[in-house]
C-alpha cells in the first residue's frame, strides 16, 4: 500500500518559517520525483515545486525564493522549507509522487499564516 504522509503545517506568524515533510512509503522512493502543490480556499490547486529523481529543482516564479525542496532518499522523505511566510500562503499544501503512469498524493497538511 503507497503512502505519503505530510507533516509540519499549523499556525505560524508572518515572516516565519516551517518545514513540511512527506513521509513515503509503498514505493521506490528514489525513482519517484517529488513535487509540492498548495491549495487555499476556492483557488485552484497550485504547484509550488519539483526535484526530479536526480535531485534538479524547479520553482514556481510566484515563490520568489522563498521556499525549498529537497530530499532524503534513505529516509523516503521529502521536504518542503518555507520562509519568510505571507498570510496569503494560507492553504492546505500537499505533497506528490510520480513515476511513469504512477502518481500518488498525500491527504495534505494545513497552514495558516497570521498573526
Known amino acids: 500500500q503507497v503512502q505519503l504522509v505530510e507533516s509540519g503545517g499549523g499556525l505560524v506568524q508572518p515572516g516565519g518559517s516551517l518545514r513540511l515533510s512527506c513521509v513515503v512509503s509503498g514505493i521506490t522512493f528514489s525513482i519517484y520525483r517529488m513535487r509540492w502543490y498548495r491549495q487555499a480556499p476556492g483557488k485552484e490547486r497550485e504547484l509550488l515545486a519539483t526535484?526530479?529523481?536526480?535531485?534538479?529543482?524547479d520553482y514556481a516564479d510566484s515563490l520568489k525564493g522563498r521556499f525549498t525542496i529537497s530530499r532524503d532518499n534513505a529516509k523516503n522523505t521529502a521536504y518542503l522549507q518555507m520562509n519568510s511566510l505571507k498570510p496569503e500562503d494560507t492553504a492546505v499544501y500537499y505533497c506528490?509522487?510520480?513515476?511513469?503512469?504512477?502518481?500518488?498524493w498525500g491527504q495534505g497538511t494545513q497552514i495558516t499564516v497570521s498573526s
Open positions: 526535484i526530479t529523481s536526480t535531485g534538479d529543482t
Open positions: 506528490n509522487a510520480h513515476y511513469y503512469i504512477y502518481d500518488y
